[in-house]
């Protein structure tokens, strides 16, 4: 941490700071400029965020150097971690395919998604029982009975399946049923419900908020992993920009940067990002070149009947195109492409 | 609604549209271009919205010409609402302060910072025992403890509380101590505590979403709405934009746009939208002049010490600068600035 | 300037850096905390930026502490300038408005727009000859008759000229027109043209651009000044953002936060920024309110057939509106409001 | 064009729409809802333009259907076009490498920043000898002599030169050694120089605004188009974002959608975007696997010492990396890299 100090601060004080700095257990080495002085902090970071120092007479900023985040780092935990959802990883060495309906309407549908999901070259099952939607008179979802759905579908599949989770009350209900948890991109920020993910004994998918910066993406992460649960995946899914060509701008370069800064894996949803069927393909292109470990895609059996976000859903011939695109990119990526287990599984939870 | 055509769409296609729309109870009327074919619709949105039209065959865009929302429209409603909280009007014709601590740390400083909050022309206290944190590290509030000294401050005082509550569990809780539930920036998105705060028998106080359009935060009112309590408050606090000298950057013109389109008050917070102390009394001025119809601000007797939020909060002399502020532009904008009530109050709901 | 080394920098690395900025006539100190070496650099910035520590071994961050604008910045010039236009002030004591048609359509046209101008309280007649249109296809300005037309409306109500430079090659055409050259918000970033103007002899409108920051602002004002020229007013006109229900996002908060940085005055545009006549009256008295040194708005006698932005445009009773804001909020901002000279004009120039 | 009536609009309104249309050449549909009236227009858009229909009495909306550009538009010429530069082709069947120093700053540097290039596997050579600076402080570039010593590395080396013009003034003197024109990210909105490359006679490498929209961009290509020059290739590098972990945050969805609204080739610049010498490896990955026409690199012999952007300048081994992706991704993508000439070039212009 760097204290710099205004132009008309006093020697007393710059001698304040570094005294509630020793007092807090730290030292402080102070530099003296033409017009300006600046104060270097060693310690711990947080018993200095408790200073407030900021607000003492003569400060003019503090400039933090080191990551807030600590559990999610990868500066005290080198290796990229693999993550295994019912058994199948995600991770540095891998690509794996997240594939589903936006929504479980009926068991037909999930099934005939499934199977298309499967074609793509997924081996988890993504489907929305739970939907979080901007307006009130949307659908809402099935709630449990497409739980059970998906459930039905991934013993007839034996794809794991990932599903939403929108309310701390419901992560009970739902996580039986689960074998990854996701949080979606309006739920970032919803401290109660990502503690609540900490503890429920799934894997999770935190979605970044499409206002949140890549910083407190990580933070959200960190929310869950001091819960004691490090089995997250971070799901790239655009931000919102000026441009309205596309629904939000996927910012492909977050997948690098946090692949730098955490340990944790790292996907891209092309489908949300762009909000469009023919941006789909591509954009799965270049997230698998620039090196996510993953990706997320709607598809959908009959988009034109879609009660949710059928503008973006995926169907032939899309589906070959993918399938080709992931067996391509992966042996190029040094990456071995993820396949769904031989039969069907035996239950959430099998790692 | 407005169906636009692609150039290659056939007359089959067009048909098609018109007849959905029909069989939905609607009416469609065709214009034929030169390049393009467009097909208004007559009706019930909502109906057409379920028709997915976006996905027909040679359907290029669906354009939705009215607002998604209704119970917050002024289209039906066009009279400003007034809501009242433990008594005071929030409204067209007052202009209403709220003030207090970002966070509630003991009862001396919450006294402390009402007795402050009093002076600069509040007649309602704000104030956090339940704080969202971006990082799990920070300060997070005393909780319960914190709810019992808002209450025995507003014996003390007289002033109604406004505390905001991050989830929809422990809305029960927190009901009882306060006059209004504040529903934070980092909640707006959730839907789940939307409807909590809707059946809960408050008046609630919903911030913007820093990444939040004007339309998704009707949208949001909207859902507290749906469950039957239209008493609410808008809050404009800064929205994320490129620029980095302030914290956010105030949406100014969000004010007066919200008052055309809503019949809900707007009041706006000129200290978390800039995140810095000199700013809240120029943004204060600014507010009340667009028309707001009121502010809510941080004091803290002590700044220096605060846990949270320190850099923004104000205390003397700019609590006199406020109070010259509310005394002198209320009348220049044919307001009247709400008093806090004679004497101390006899709890929650009183209205 | 402090150099933030990279954990795994070598005590070489961290020697290396001393010794490049000691031989660069600066001094460094080194303060070493447990994972972080800092080193804070003092002496003359711009002889450290060309050292291009960011690239040497084991350097992570470089991070800038002051300023880089200095004619402009308020650190070596603490008292507000008073800029003078045709003889009219714009500075910390007076409240000017600049008002008039964004193009030049005739000489009708203009002068009964700058007897609008006056009746709304301004002392400046704006008028675009030259505009800069985001379609080619779009109305281009009357050109060097527009610039006549403009010279004949002042000698005719005594207003003094403001009218935009779009090309470094077509100011000495204007300048002999003008009292003050604009520079819009699309050339904010057009160095030639900056550098132009700073040898033109006029005051200088220098416009936001949409995208800018503040600071890149004030670096854009430095290029004018470098020339010689600090006869410039600075104003903000709405950035860009997420938000589409006005066409930019005013900065209100850049006022003050300008005001702080820079000694040069600050108007503000309420009829871009919004880009609707229905928020010009508000936006104006939130201008004033905040502080700004005055305000430029749009009228035109007929905005039904205006050439360019008539939705924006006032007309009456807005006038009125606007008039009666200006001379109730001057006096409440300690202001003197700016009024028209007595008689009509000698030209451009006249100080 | 749809005009969408207010719902005060009385039929005497409604009429007066319809007769100005009709007036202009037009014709007008229109269609009566419950609560809303919309008039579907149908004939010449820019005859409507200038009707100012928006601010007729009773008008409540506007609502454009099809794209304001028509000379680069894709949807009167659906064959996406070759352009060549040098005699290198940009276009949909090859992959073409543009790379060189940011800024010439010697022979010995340019040279070897060509032989750089070349192995990277570019066939075009990019560098600066006028360098638009956010600071006047700032390294400005070699002038004339910058571009005597690229005409000498083209001679050296065979590969054409791409070169930025900063201002129309010195398009006259930059034209005869440049083989290609660029147009930097702060002059997208320079209409004066859009003009005058647009009679150059050179082909004109188009960046995007980092604040504009795709539509504003494809305007800008527009202003250029219509003096005649249609040899435009557009280079997106990067949005301005809420997000600062990168310099700017790279738009890949820009690529496909640009490709399907416009016939110009499109590439991408990983150096700018990103900011970043780790991230231009990954992000030419993405920019070749979402389709793009080519990239455009940073490469320095010696980032250190460089005067401009060394930040993000690319030397070995990141080189033999872009060899090989460039080799691997073109077969993929079914496009043949673009090599570079076999012995040295007779000159700029040679097709």
Known sequence: ????????????????VVELV??????????????????????DVDAFDALN???RRGVLDVVRISAPYKLVSREHHPDRSVIRVGGVPIGPD???????????ESPEQTLAAAHMAKAAGASLLRGGAFKPRTSPYAYQGLGERGLRILADVRDETGLPVVTEVIDPASVELVAPYADMLQIGTRNMHNFALLQAVGTAGRPVLLKRGFGATIEEWL??????????????????RGIRTFETATRNT?????????????????????????????????????????????????VHPDPRTALCDGDQAVTRPEIDDLAHIVAVL????????????????????TR
């Open 250 to 298: 996927l910012d492909i370069s977050a997948v690098p940067v946090v692949q730098r800064l955490s340990h944790l894996p790292v996907i891209v949803d092309p489908s949300h990002s762009g909000g469009r069927r023919d941006l789909v393909v591509p954009l799965t292109r270049a997230a698998l070149a620039v090196g996510a470990d993953g990706v997320m895609i709607d």
């Open 53 to 55: 120092l900021s607000n």
């Open 219 to 236: 933070m959200a992460a960190e929310y869950i992993a001091q819960r004691g649960n490090l089995d997250i995946v971070l799901c790239e």
């Open 330 to 349: 992966s042996p190029l990526m040094g990456r071995t492409l993820t396949r769904p287990r031989a039969r069907a599984g035996v239950g959430p939870g």
């Open 22 to 43: 020793r007092a807090a257990g730290g030292d402080a080495f102070v530099s003296r400029g033409v017009t300006r002085t600046i104060v270097g902090l060693v310690g």
């Open 1 to 16: 941490m760097v204290v710099v100090m205004a132009p008309e601060a006093t020697q007393q004080d710059v001698d304040a």
């Open 94 to 104: 891998t690509l794996t395919v997240i594939a589903g309906p936006c929504a479980v």
